[in-house]
């Protein structure tokens, strides 16, 4: 009994670790700039990791009070697909992990991206366990749904304050004078300061919170059509039908007794699908037998049969009842009928205020979200969600009417809050535009509650009528928003031309290494060299692409096999969830919002909420907690509840009617363990002929009880090295911290000396870092500073700006040579950077003055001839680029007055240098500043 409260306990602590882990991650991605920047997440990193630790610490104890008692890999009814879909789902991340481990004991391109991509799957990983467990237990379920309403209206609440004036962020509105990029001028983006990822993180929401409100009414009118029973804990009413009070029952087989009875009858037409453990034939048979006699989660589970009687028996009911208290009490039948009409009229009235409010809490945020969505102007996250709603109602067509209904006011309102907002650039006055606000939000909710509801209970020619207004508001929201942003969508789009060189540059780049790519932050580190026009573009804008680079095909296989398990697992638990996910997947494609950390927060979050939305139906269906109701649990017995050969004995039984054992269901509060016992056959009697007739499930126990044995052990080295594992990368991240630190406080620090100590201490804790390594070359003697940065290059071989500062080192040297090769080497990984190229002619021209000044003729010639080289490289590569115009030249490339005049003066001391009187003239130059 204290063994068992003690697990009990230890699982309650557990949900409250990994409820705490997840509310602290989504947290943090809100406020950390949705965790695009590496740098500002290494603190969370650091407690995320050693609050990691703790959670296989628990885990291993409560596997030593009663072993493990459930695992991730099922849903659904614990069909196999639906288990390799779970336990792919929870491996992808993982397998993504060990890909960059391996890059980082390979030598990437560069160390530190691919360290920053490391820890980020790390914490991913980590995420998508913590939320998946959660969403197993009954608290842990619910949390998840409030952390995801709660997440969306912080999103979306603080972004149109910042608006509307109620709340100072800075950088929450992206302001441009191209109509290409801004029809108004002002984009929101909110917390997360880019309004492409912003519009796709709202439209995830928007959609989340529109099907739902599309499925639950969609459920209504089925349940109203089909008269089907509710799956009440008192077991009464069918739906539409008033729920007397109990003392109207007696006698009439639904007092407590009766309803033990049906509840009993119920529990033995489900079968336990916690006998899956003796096999796959059996296990598939009673998933089949499963399926075919339940309903639905929500307690439906009686067939069309007892409905009818059900329905028979509430009429019976209260006729019994008013006839019995007119004997008993010699009252009117009529006074009786009214009194208890008057009663049940109370509490349907209570009932549907109970309705109404849930329902408004239900609608409440589709006015922000939609607002932000359109605010946002991303055509790609509007296109995004038109097509992953489209995709979905094919499938499920009988959504279309509900979708409109919930829809059309909130959308409208918004529509007519950003026409008013983009009149002004996003720019009001406090007092106005949270009048407005407010205003808009009222009347899209009262008119979309209004709306939902008359259409929903309405029928024939208004609810045509309903349907009809619903389709105007959505046709009416749609052009007014589509008029004012009509010359970015139909014309041409320069955004759109830029990507597509970003495109073909990152297919040429990914052809280098194919297979597993080159580590972390490829692009990043590597466009400069790959580009073919000179844009500046340091994101890909393809999250599919970015993994190609990245992990190579291996790489974006896991990724597309990531996509699908979790698609998988949404629609066979909650397909209402589907959209929302096609969204982040359809969206990826087009724009960089995965390199946002909150973006793949909320891809794991969607198939937790999926598992915890079926359970949460479990839990509010009949008295007995099927295996079925908890997808993602299948039952694995713990070792020491194996019961003995003599324990299965007295076990079995042979029923009277047949040759196959009876299994008893299992009836048991939704947070507690389902051991081992429960998986054996009910009833019996000792000695009984029974045990005779099944060795092979004697074996089959035996066995099983060694396989746990087993299983026990390999799980607790699991743990053991997950939070080995866990602690290695918490270090790694306090080590990443530190060196941020330093180098954020020597950029602050006025003193030479004092900078130098702070940007030293920085590289201790951090040596992979360019940035520090360039900002401490600059202030060192250049043999130093050299060889300050050859070390470096271990970590980033093709870093272009310490491979151009090793070059301006080499200009200062007497080896033209030298200078030559790392000159060559930075344009190489640079190549559209006039500053570097004409400062690179300038340095082999001061060169080659100084060694002729030296008296080493071959030397200032072979420096001169070097310039006059470089120069021709310059020309030639400005004039192809001239050619093809001016679009896409966003870096202003191009030959210079600076490069003629440098031209002039390399071809006057290549002169003096072949002169017969070369060597007692002093070449004497005007310097580039003098010249102009």
Not at 883 to 889: A, D, E, F, I
Request: with cysteine.
């Amino acid at each position: 009994m204290h063994s068992g409260l003690a697990e009990r306990r230890l699982q309650v602590a557990m949900v409250f670790v990994g409820t705490g882990l997840v509310l602290a991650a989504v947290t943090a991605g809100v406020l950390l700039r949705g965790l695009f920047f590496a740098g500002e997440m290494y603190l969370l990193l650091t407690a995320w990791y050693l609050l990691c630790a703790v959670f296989p610490g628990l885990w291993l104890v409560a596997a030593g009070l009663h072993g493990p008692s459930a695992s991730l890999l099922s849903i659904d009814g614990n069909r196999r697909a639906n288990r390799r879909a779970a336990a792919l789902l929870l491996i992808c991340p993982l397998a993504i992990l060990a890909l960059y481990g391996i890059h980082w004991h390979r030598g990437p391109l560069s160390a530190q991206g691919n360290l920053n991509e490391l820890l980020r799957w790390g914490l991913y990983a980590s995420f998508a366990y913590c939320a998946y467990y959660c969403a197993g237990h009954r608290w842990g379920a619910r949390f998840l749904s409030a952390v995801w309403s709660l997440l969306g209206m912080l999103i979306s609440i603080s972004a149109l304050l910042a608006v509307c004036g109620g709340l100072k962020l800075p950088f929450a509105i992206a302001y441009s004078t191209s109509p290409e990029v801004s029809a108004t001028g002002a984009r929101l983006g909110g917390l997360l300061e880019y309004p492409n990822a912003f519009g796709a993180v709202m439209a995830v929401f928007l959609l989340e919170r529109l099907f739902a409100l599309a499925v639950c009414r969609d459920a209504g009118e089925s349940d109203k059509r089909c008269g089907k029973v509710q799956g009440r804990d008192d077991g009464s009413a069918v739906r539409g039908a008033p729920a007397l009070p109990k003392e109207a029952y007696s006698g009439l087989g639904n007092t407590e007794g009766g309803r033990e009875k049906r509840r009993e009858a119920e529990v033995g037409r489900i079968s336990f699908s916690g006998g899956r453990a003796y096999g796959d034939e059996e296990r598939e048979e009673r998933g089949e037998a499963e399926e075919g006699r339940t309903r639905s989660s929500r307690g439906r589970a009686y067939g069309e049969v007892e409905q009818e009687k059900w329905r028979e028996a509430e009429k019976q009911t209260l006729a019994r009842t008013v006839a019995f208290a007119e004997q008993e009490h010699g009252e009117p039948a009529a006074i009786i009928s009214n009194e208890l009409n008057e009663s049940i009229g109370h509490v349907s009235k209570a009932i549907s205020s109970r309705t109404t409010i849930k329902l408004l809490l239900r609608m409440l945020p589709l006015f922000p979200y939609a607002a932000a969505l359109l605010l946002s102007e991303s055509r790609g996250a509007w296109l995004a969600a038109a097509g992953a709603s489209a995709a979905v109602l094919l499938w499920k067509r009988r959504l279309l009417a509900a979708l409109l209904a919930a829809g059309a006011a909130p959308l409208a309102a918004a529509a007519l809050l950003y026409r008013q907002l983009a009149r002004a650039g996003l720019a009001v006055e406090p007092l106005p535009g949270l009048l407005l606000l407010a205003g808009l939000w009222a009347g899209a909710l009262l008119a979309g509650l209004w709306l939902y509801r008359r259409s929903s209970s309405a029928a024939g020619g208004v609810r045509a009528a309903m349907l009809v207004l619903a389709a105007a508001g959505w046709t009416a929201a749609g052009s007014a928003v589509l008029v004012q942003v009509s010359e970015r969508i139909t014309g041409p789009s320069m955004t759109v031309a830029a990507r597509g060189l970003y495109y073909r540059d990152a297919w040429k780049l990914a052809a280098e290494a194919p297979w597993l790519g080159r580590g972390g932050e490829t692009w990043r580190y590597s466009y400069l060299a790959a580009q073919s026009r000179p844009y500046v573009g340091s994101q890909v804008h393809s999250g599919y692409l970015d993994f190609l680079l990245n992990l190579g095909i291996v790489g974006l296989a896991a990724v597309l096999l990531l996509l699908l398990a979790a698609g998988w697992v949404v629609g066979a638990a909650a397909p209402r969830l589907l959209p929302s996910l096609l969204v982040i997947a359809l969206h990826g494609a087009v724009d960089f919002d995965w390199s946002y950390g909150l973006t793949w927060l909320l891809l794991f979050l969607l198939p937790a909420l999926a598992f915890a939305e079926v359970r949460q139906e479990a839990d509010n269906s009949s008295g007995t907690t099927a295996v079925k109701a908890a997808p993602g649990i299948a039952v694995i017995p713990s070792a020491d509840r194996i019961p003995s050969n003599a324990a299965v004995n007295e076990c079995l039984t042979l029923p009277e009617s047949g040759t196959k054992a009876s299994f008893c269901a299992v009836t048991t509060r939704p947070d507690t363990s389902i051991q081992a016992r429960d998986l054996l056959p009910a009833a019996a009697h000792a000695n009984s002929p029974g045990t005779k007739r099944f060795p092979r499930l004697l074996s089959r126990a035996q066995r099983l009880g060694h396989f746990v044995l087993k299983r026990r052990v390999r799980a607790a080295t699991a743990a053991v090295c997950t939070g080995c594992l866990c602690l290695a990368l918490s270090l790694l991240s306090f080590q990443l911290m530190k060196g941020a630190e330093l180098h954020r406080v020597a950029a602050r620090e006025p003193d030479p000396a004092g900078k130098i100590a702070l940007l030293r201490q920085s590289l201790e804790w951090n040596p992979r870092e360019p940035r520090a390594v360039v900002s401490l070359s600059r202030l060192l003697p250049d043999r130093e500073a050299k060889d300050l940065l050859t070390g470096s290059l271990a970590y980033a071989p093709e870093d272009a700006t310490v491979q151009w500062e090793i070059a301006v080192r080499s200009m200062n040297g007497s080896n033209p040579g030298e200078s030559l090769h790392w000159i060559r080497r930075s344009l190489k990984a640079d190549v559209y950077n006039t500053a570097k190229r004409v400062k690179a002619i300038d340095g082999m021209l001061d060169m080659s003055q100084r060694r002729l000044k030296a008296g080493d003729r071959a030397g200032g010639t072979a420096s001169a001839s070097a310039g006059l080289n470089l120069l021709h490289q310059f020309r030639l590569q400005a004039d192809s680029e001239c050619r093809k115009g001016q679009q896409h030249n966003d870096r202003r490339f191009g030959f210079t007055a600076e490069a003629e005049a440098l031209e002039l003066r390399l071809r006057k001391v290549l002169a003096a240098a072949h002169s017969p009187d070369a060597e007692e003239r002093r070449v004497s130059v005007q310097t580039p500043t003098a010249a102009y």
